[in-house]
């Protein structure tokens, strides 16, 4: 099963984080992940997953510019119907991450996709509607973000392996 990990990144906070939930995504057996710049989209990789999961800086307390045009623009052609998710990175507790990842889940919805969060059922760590990162300290949130990466693998086997 093929997932990717679709991510914006200027300063590399946002590459760091959709490449670690791509390698946790392939500690699941029978998952290959791939995390690709938005630039990529037309990887046929992309085309070919069961799941994407969309990643996002946060600029103004919500989605920077470059994925709210691909959500409008490109995103329906390789993620409508499939499984997704969303998580983000900002400067700052309270920064608006929460906020960003409503936004691209609403996006999800509206494209017919199933939408997962990597859910509050498995308990610690708790992840409500996707991981979210501060800049200054990326390192303390790797571990939610390896987790996220392990139930959405797992979820997306789930639902297409049978």
Sequence with gaps: MKI???????????????EIIAKAMEEVEGVTAKAL????????????????V?????????VCHQIHTFLQTKARAVAAGKL????????YVH???????QEILTYCLVMG?????????YGAPVIHLG???????????????????????SKALELYSK
Excluded: N, W
Excluded at 95 to 101: D, F, L, Q, R, V
Excluded at 113 to 121: D, E, I, P, R, T
């Design 113 to 121: 996709c199933l939408v997962y969060s990597g859910g509050g059922a």
């Design 4 to 18: 990717t990990v679709f991510y914006f990144s200027l300063t590399g906070h946002t590459k760091q984080m959709a």
């Design 37 to 52: 710049s938005i630039d990529e989209a037309d990887d046929p990789f992309a085309a070919e997953s069961q799941a994407i």
């Design 95 to 101: 920064g608006g991450g929460e906020t960003a990842i």
């Design 131 to 153: 991981p979210v990162a501060t800049s200054k300290d990326l390192e303390k949130y790797e571990e939610t973000f390896r987790i996220y990466g392990r139930r959405m693998a």
């Design 54 to 62: 969309f990643g996002t800086p946060v600029y103004m307390a919500s």
């Design 84 to 91: 997704c998710g969303a998580f983000a990175t900002e400067d």
